[in-house]
């Protein structure tokens, strides 16, 4: 088991959904196996699924590669390219490398307006750059990490979440096709 992964079936609006949700922090093997088999389960019984991505990324100390990191990862991959059934991904949080992309949906991810997905954080970046901490700013500028760069990019459909005033009102929240991000 992964304890910084939930897997499961659930109820939303009177309808079975399967989720698997990262919780911050770097996800083991045993969990995108996990992830794998809850994936393949719902498309088996026809349950759309939901994915939450909070993750700096995926376990890689000696432990994960010994428990089979690399080939858990992949498997992870292959349940969600080979899914009939909707998935639907949502950034929460932190999207990092290959971990959270693992779990993300082709065309159909989304994203909150504090969460982003970057290969690697700003600040290790900076540092193999050999930049000073003071630059991890123009370091993220760069890496186009944040919500409007991956809806831009065309890696996320929308932003999501309340407007930036608190008001809650979404209307302002554009997909890249132009249309609303809500629904």
Do not use: W
Not at 44 to 61: E, F, Q, Y
Not at 142 to 171: H, I, K, T
């Amino acid at each position: 088991t992964d304890p910084g992964l939930l897997c499961g079936f659930g109820r939303r609006d009177g309808r079975s959904v399967a989720y698997v949700a990262q919780c911050g922090t770097a996800t083991l093997p045993a969990g995108y196996r996990t992830a794998a088999r809850v994936i393949r389960l719902a498309d088996r019984l026809g349950v759309p699924v939901l994915t939450l991505i909070d993750t700096p990324g995926a376990a890689n100390d000696a432990a994960a590669e010994r428990a089979g990191a690399g080939a858990a990862i992949a498997d992870a991959f292959a349940a969600m390219a080979g899914a009939r059934v909707p998935v639907t991904t949502l950034v929460i949080g932190e999207g990092g490398s290959g971990g959270a992309l693992a779990l993300a949906s082709p065309g159909n991810t989304h994203v909150t307006r504090d969460s982003y997905f970057s290969v690697i954080a700003p600040e290790l970046a900076a540092a193999i750059l050999k930049r000073p901490p003071k630059e991890v700013r123009a370091t993220a500028d760069q890496l186009r990490l944040r919500p409007q760069d991956l809806v831009e990019l065309g890696f996320a459909r929308s932003v999501v979440g309340p407007a930036p005033d608190g008001s809650g009102n979404e209307d302002g929240d554009r997909d890249r096709d132009g249309g609303s991000s809500r629904g």
